[in-house]
């Protein structure tokens, strides 16, 4: 089946400095891609949809230039925190599914655990 | 824009009771699905319904889309302690508008078995 994976699974970083987080399609190619920031105790919440060799579209109140996407190739996506803040600290999964079908993104990575200290 | 309403938050059961949780939606999706997301992991893909009125199981678990496709129930039957977790209802907006090609979830119901 359709395997989405996530590296790291957790990270700390220093307030200020940036962190990359990537999202991999293992057995499949992905032309979409989605990004959620889950709070403890709380739902997902869609933060953007990245697109293959297309900009990502972000939804309302998430800073473009604050979490920046890059979706270069039809198995990887990355996820670069900018100037990283405690407030972001937060647990971010992605999820992709199979070109071949509808890309409904029902499948997730394993999320990473973002700590800003 | 859409919102799924979960119930309940949260459910504190015996082993070996049955479970079930539902979702509402003030706009119709054209896809539910339910979801398992264990504690620091992404959430597990459990039923997911297409057609309005279908009834799906997979193994203890039954979901059913509601006719109406505005809701969705999801019945967990002779929990087990593995059971625990959080669990997802979602709605797939294809049905046009700002949610469209998007999944919108629900508050979840973090479910608690006793042994």
């Known amino acids: 089946g359709a395997v989405v994976s996530q590296h790291p699974s957790w990270v700390i970083c220093k307030s200020g400095t940036s962190v990359k987080i990537e999202c991999r399609s293992l057995?499949?190619?992905?032309?979409?891609m989605f990004w959620y920031r889950q709070f403890p105790k709380q739902s997902l919440m869609l933060m953007a949809t990245?697109?293959?060799?297309?900009?990502?579209?972000?939804e309302q109140g998430v800073e473009k230039d604050k979490f920046l996407i890059n979706h270069a190739s039809l198995t990887l996506s990355t996820l670069t925190v900018t100037s990283a803040h405690p407030e972001d600290s937060s647990f971010y999964i992605c999820?992709?599914?199979?070109?071949?079908?509808?890309?409904?993104?029902?499948?997730f990575g394993s999320g990473t655990r973002l700590t800003v200290v | 824009g859409q919102q799924l309403n979960q119930s309940p938050q949260s459910m504190f059961i015996q082993e070996g009771e049955d479970v079930s949780m539902n979702c509402t939606s003030s706009?119709?999706?054209?896809?539910w699905l339910w979801y398992k997301q264990d504690p620091g992991e992404g959430p597990v893909l459990l039923i997911a319904?297409?057609?309005?009125?279908e009834l799906t199981s997979n193994g203890r678990l039954t979901a059913q889309f509601g006719i109406t496709r505005k809701d969705s129930f999801l019945n967990i039957s002779a929990s087990i302690p593995s059971d625990v977790g959080i669990y997802f209802c979602?709605?797939?907006?294809?049905?046009?508008?700002?949610?469209?090609?998007?999944?919108?979830f629900g508050q979840g119901t973090i479910l608690t078995v006793h042994p």
């Open positions: 706009s119709i999706f054209n896809t």
């Open positions: 990245s697109n293959e060799g297309s900009k990502a579209t972000y």
């Open positions: 057995d499949f190619q992905a032309t979409t």
């Open positions: 319904l297409y057609k309005a009125g």
């Open positions: 979602a709605g797939y907006g294809n049905a046009g508008g700002t949610s469209y090609g998007k999944l919108t």
């Open positions: 999820s992709a599914d199979p070109t071949d079908t509808n890309s409904y993104g029902y499948t």
